[in-house]
């Protein structure tokens, strides 16, 4: 991602919301088009989510991340790498995910997203309502819940 935020033209700034190794060598890569935070409170991710116009995740592998969960419950275009369970959350949209490992995919996709529209209300919408179903945290703990309680049971008759 600092690879391709370097490559874009200036009027594109990336916000690395975190801490690690690898921050110096993001600061190195994309100089002061990367604003580097630090690690930030998880209740003030949000605030980063809802203020962007766009969330990059270009992960090489995945489970089913959160943070992407949480962006498109705030109904903030995901350009995110087809990779883990990403691709079943997007469902028919899956279209819109790109290949790990490749700079020119990420500055590619970001262009269309940002200059040509290809992210639209509806697709919001449409993942929005995916994650309201099939991803909300209380719905899947009562759901997880009572499967335990009904193997309780019939274990106990």
């Known amino acids: 991602l600092a690879e391709a935020v370097k490559q874009l033209d ?20 994309a100089g002061e088009k990367a604003i580097l935070t630090g690690q930030v409170a ?9 203020a962007s116009d766009l969330f990059v995740l270009p992960s090489y592998s995945e489970g089913m991340p959160t943070v ?53 209300k509806n697709i919001a919408e449409e993942l929005y309502q995916t994650v309201c179903k099939d991803y909300d945290a209380s719905k899947n703990a009562k759901a997880l819940k009572e499967r335990y309680e009904d193997l309780w049971r019939r274990e106990k008759n």
């Open 68 to 120: 992407v969960i949480e962006a498109l419950a705030l109904k903030v275009p995901v350009l995110c790498t087809a990779v883990g369970g990403v691709p079943s959350l997007f469902g028919k949209h899956e279209h819109l995910l790109i290949k790990p490992r490749s700079v020119s995919n990420i500055i590619k996709a970001v262009k269309v997203y940002m200059e040509e529209g290809e992210w639209r």
């Open 42 to 50: 998880n209740h003030e991710i949000s605030e980063y989510l809802a």
């Open 10 to 29: 200036d009027s594109y700034r990336a916000v690395f919301i975190g801490d690690g190794p690898e921050k110096q060598h993001i600061r190195q890569t």
